[in-house]
């Protein structure tokens, strides 16, 4: 079942990238992730609020709350760097060096998760990373 969600993220960021270059014209890109932000935020709260969510915002624990503020951060960021990137590049290019993202969680999985690297993701990753350069050349 995780991969029909994984899936559909992947088709949503394909479209979040299409949809931001025409978006963007003429904006700078900042503002437009801004605005990209407040969509995503009342999206979200809104999701949590329909699914009867809200109470276990009691249950978060401090590691809960620091890590994912850590990983809000490091989301926001991205974002501000892929709307810039996307605002400077072409989406075809943009969009790869991007995904390289899966090559580089693999990785940290593996050394700050503890995760097992099989010879299959070890493969999958370099195989990331080739084509990132092919698709960018």
């Known amino acids: 079942m995780w991969w029909r969600y994984a899936l559909l993220s992947a088709v949503f960021a ?6 931001a270059k025409v978006g963007m014209k003429g904006v ?10 407040v969509v995503v935020l009342v999206l979200a709260w809104a999701v949590v609020y329909f699914q009867h969510g809200l109470g ?10 620091l890590f994912l503020g850590l990983s809000g951060g490091a989301t926001g960021l991205s974002w501000l760097f892929y709307f810039r990137a996307l605002q ?8 790869p ?6 090559a580089l969680a693999i990785l940290l999985s593996v050394l700050f998760l503890g995760e097992k690297l099989t010879w ?3 493969l999958g990753a370099g195989l ?7 698709l960018i050349r």
């Open 14 to 19: 394909a479209l979040t990238a299409v949809l």
């Open 28 to 37: 700078d890109s900042s503002l437009a992730t801004a605005v990209r932000t």
């Open 56 to 65: 276990g915002l009691t249950q978060l624990t401090r590691q809960n709350w």
């Open 88 to 95: 400077l590049g072409p989406v075809s290019k943009v969009a």
């Open 97 to 102: 060096v991007d995904k390289l993202s899966v």
């Open 120 to 122: 299959q993701t070890g």
């Open 128 to 134: 990331i990373l080739a084509g990132t350069l092919v």
